[in-house]
């Protein structure tokens, strides 16, 4: 059984910046993909951004590219999604979830992190 468990969450006024954390036990990120993913009161769980376990590849939703950045600690086993100019519609849950490929379909994601709130006031 994996457990993602995600941290960094937290109230940042607009033009702020966070790191999240996700952190995997009893599994290694190796030969999966990792993404994150946000869900906003009243609304769908949406993609935010996803990385190859060897970050050989990336993707960003276009609302986030250029202000959030996906990387790796392969060491520490963590991933982290670093968030730069916040906005207020970022404010969300965000939550990490890991995937045999890397895709946007929330589907293919197998093992969920709880979430961590991330509130962006204006």
């Known amino acids: 059984q994996v457990q993602l468990v995600e941290s960094g969450g937290g109230l940042v006024q607009a033009g702020g910046s966070l790191r999240l954390s996700c952190a995997a036990s009893r599994r290694t990120f190796s030969n999966y993909a990792v993404g994150w993913f946000r869900q906003a009161p009243g609304k769908g769980r949406e993609f935010v951004a996803a990385?190859?376990?060897?970050?050989?590849?990336?993707d960003y939703a276009d609302s986030v590219k250029g202000r959030f950045t996906i990387s790796r600690d392969n060491a520490k086993n963590t991933v982290y999604l670093q968030m730069n100019s916040l906005k207020p519609e970022d404010t969300a849950v965000y939550y990490c979830a890991t995937a045999p490929v890397l895709v946007r379909s929330l589907g293919e994601y197998d093992y969920w992190g709880r979430g961590t709130q991330v509130t962006v006031s204006s």
């Open positions: 990385m190859w376990w060897s970050g050989s590849r990336t």
